[in-house]
């Protein structure tokens, strides 16, 4: 299995509703990644994980709240969001592991905020 | 940290012709260098990648060469075909003790290939 899944593939919330978008891979991928991407820009990170600790949080507001509970999982939970929180929300994993680099993308989540 | 640079937001070929995009990086560490096509709506998926040790690298028609002095690498597209049209990012990573490779990206190039 050569694939990143995420669930849901749209959604759509107000402002005081509590969300979570969930990843998942099977690759034994040890490093998971949560990016960001607005219309016609590129991916900005949000959240690393490696080894299922947080190693870099990219000064992301905390109504966003991201968790790795096992090794094929990451989570994002998400919780009076704002509208400009509109966005793709894309998962990524890689291997850990020196000179293992490749990073593989899921199809992303679409959030919009109303 | 690292500030990756792509100067040409749009590029328009007509089919057949070569495709080249530049970025330039400014952390001398950075070590991997990969390119993402993302077509409309879609996931960016990796199509080429090149290490700091290496100076080009080719696939089919697409190939990257790596200036380490000069700090900048560029994707090479040769015989565009229409389905190549999509934007293209490139990025610069530094491998991390942590054990993950923080991505960096260009603000994208969008390839047009006119039929």
């Known amino acids: 299995d050569t694939e990143v899944t995420q669930t849901p593939k749209h959604l759509v919330m107000g402002m005081t509703n509590k969300k979570s978008l969930k990843c998942e891979q099977h690759?034994?991928?040890?490093?998971m990644y949560w990016y960001k991407q607005k219309a016609k820009k590129p991916p900005e990170l949000m959240f690393v994980?490696?080894?299922?600790?947080?190693?870099i949080n990219e000064s992301v507001p905390s109504r966003f709240s991201p968790e790795c509970p096992n090794s094929s999982l990451l989570n994002l939970h998400l919780h009076a969001l704002q509208p400009e929180d509109s966005a793709l929300y894309l998962c990524?994993?890689?291997?850990?592991?020196?000179?293992?680099?490749?990073?593989?993308f899921g199809p992303g989540t679409r959030l919009t905020v109303t | 940290g690292e500030n990756v640079e792509q100067h040409l937001s749009t590029l328009s070929v007509q089919e057949g012709d070569s495709a080249v995009i530049k970025c330039t990086y400014s952390d001398s560490a950075s070590n991997y260098f990969p390119w993402y096509k993302q077509e409309l709506g879609k996931r960016p998926q990796l199509i080429i990648d090149?290490?700091?040790?290496?100076g080009e690298k080719k696939d089919q028609r697409i190939a990257v060469t790596l200036n380490k002095t000069a700090k900048h690498f560029s994707l090479h597209i040769t015989e565009t075909q229409p389905e190549d049209s999509a934007v293209y990012f490139c990025?610069?990573?530094?491998?991390?003790?942590?054990?993950?490779?923080?991505?960096?990206f260009g603000t994208g190039t969008r390839l047009t290939v006119i039929p």
């Open positions: 090149i290490r700091s040790n290496v």
């Open positions: 990025a610069a990573s530094l491998y991390t003790m942590s054990g993950a490779n923080n991505l960096f």
């Open positions: 994980y490696s080894y299922e600790k947080l190693s």
């Open positions: 990524a994993s890689s291997q850990a592991t020196s000179g293992a680099y490749e990073q593989y």
């Open positions: 690759m034994g991928h040890r490093a």
